[in-house]
């Protein structure tokens, strides 16, 4: 049997059995209820008639069996009577078939209690449901009432049940078949995409590894260097000790911002759970504070409007901060940086010396640093992160000279407008 032949028969069979059960559970919960009412009838009859002292008990004592209430579509009701020695007396005129007298309504009327028993049962080809109540002393009386009506409606619920239970085991076996069909093999143009894609994502991760492996060899190197040195020299003066721990811990400190760098990057292709309307403008806000407490000699200025953007918030905070970073590292002390933010595009503009026109395409490459750049810190990571960021929420970033001088950074996200209320 083939795998086709094979997922088909048992998606069938699974939904099939689901269906069985289903219609099972549904048909004995609907007869329970059906039949319930025709049980509670007959027992509120039931409990009428224990209550009739045993000396008014006659030989017209089904006369005054009390009747329930006919309505229209109720099931036909029958009464009789069964003396203590097996007589069976039924009302005047009566004209419902005769209820059978069992064994166990013989030894109720011979009884002295008012035990009952509830039975199917037939007369006269009819189907009852019959309750015999004992009078104590006296005899039992026998209840019926049809459940002819009840059996027909039972009978209709069957035969729904069957043709849902077909149909439904013939639609999941259609349908498995259908998602079974073998998909066709890709062609040889998709193939080579495929490919082509495959070796440009294992390039690219070459390519981190090895830049990773060479960015941090420096600091590794020279945190290495230093400790040793504070290890082997027999007398370090305390001057030149605290300098070479201070050092110790700046390259320290480099090296956990590029491990972070490198983290924020490799996760990057990963989508973000963490996705919520985030207001643009007070993430701006926020990052031109942190921004004023790491650089205190600049003057960062900021004009935003209300905006909200789909996205995740710590990513986009991050994307904000390493450009106003990279605005910081290149402005000279007591300049300006400008901050706007206006329908979603948020830009930061420097009074620095500018980028070089050799250096503008490579500003979003992982680990490039411009010849401005060479002489500061930094890992060369933090507008290759803005960048992925900018892409994975739909925009995009640039750089560009200022006029005047200076460099201009873009940040176009899709973000809506948020109108305030003024009192």
């Known amino acids: 049997m083939t795998l ?41 009859q039931g409990h009428q008639v224990a209550r009739i002292p045993p000396q008014r008990i006659d030989p017209t004592f089904p006369r005054r069996v009390p009747q329930p209430q006919r309505r229209t579509g109720a099931s036909q009701a029958y009464v009789q009577f069964v003396s203590a020695d097996g007589t069976v007396r039924r009302p005047p005129g009566s004209t419902e078939p005769r209820l059978p ?63 849902l239970t077909v149909v439904g085991t013939a639609f999941a076996a259609l349908l498995a078949r259908i998602l079974s069909r073998p998909v ?24 981190l590894v090895a830049d990773a492996s060479h960015e941090l060899r420096t600091p590794v190197t020279s945190v290495r260097t230093n400790a040793e040195m504070l290890r082997d020299a027999s007398y370090v003066p305390d001057d030149e000790r605290r300098l070479i721990a201070g050092e110790v811990v700046e390259q320290a400190e480099e090296l956990t911002a590029l491990i972070g760098d490198l983290i924020d990057l490799a996760r990057g292709d990963v989508p973000d759970p963490a996705v919520e309307d985030v207001r643009l ?76 026109p050799d250096d503008l395409p490579h ?31 739909g925009g995009s970033v640039a750089l560009e000279a200022a006029p005047g001088g200076g460099t201009l950074a873009r940040l176009t996200l899709p973000a809506e407008r948020v109108e305030t209320v003024t009192a």
Request: a positive charge.
């Open 4 to 44: 086709r032949r094979r997922v088909t028969l048992m998606s069938a069979l699974v939904v099939g059995a689901t269906l069985v059960l289903a219609s099972v559970t549904c048909y004995f919960v609907m007869r329970g209820e059906l039949r319930g009412q025709i049980d509670d009838s007959l027992r509120e």
């Open 101 to 163: 007298v069992t064994a166990a309504t013989r030894a109720i009327a011979r009884s002295s209690s008012t035990r009952h028993a509830l039975q199917d049962t037939h007369a006269d080809g009819a189907h009852l449901r019959m309750l015999t109540v004992g009078v104590p002393g006296r005899g039992a009386v026998q209840l019926a009432r049809s459940l002819t009506s009840v059996d027909r409606a039972l009978s209709r619920l069957r035969i729904v049940l069957v043709l």
């Open 363 to 393: 500003v979003f490459d992982r680990f490039h640093r411009g010849a401005n750049a060479r002489g500061r810190p930094g890992s060369g990571l933090g507008l290759a992160i803005v960048r992925q960021v900018a892409e994975a929420h």
């Open 184 to 207: 066709a093999a890709p062609t040889e143009h998709e193939l080579a995409v495929s490919q082509g894609a495959l070796a440009d994502s294992l390039a690219a991760q070459r390519q």
């Open 281 to 356: 403008d007070a993430l701006a806000y926020e990052s031109v504070q942190r921004a004023r407490r790491h650089a205190p000699g600049l003057d960062f200025r900021l004009d935003a409007e209300p905006c909200v953007v789909e996205g995740a918030p710590e990513r986009l905070a991050r994307a904000i901060n390493n450009l106003l970073d990279n605005a910081a590292k290149h402005s000279p002390d007591g300049a300006a940086v400008e901050v706007t933010l206006r329908a979603g595009v948020l830009t930061a503009r420097d009074h620095g010396p500018g980028i070089d």
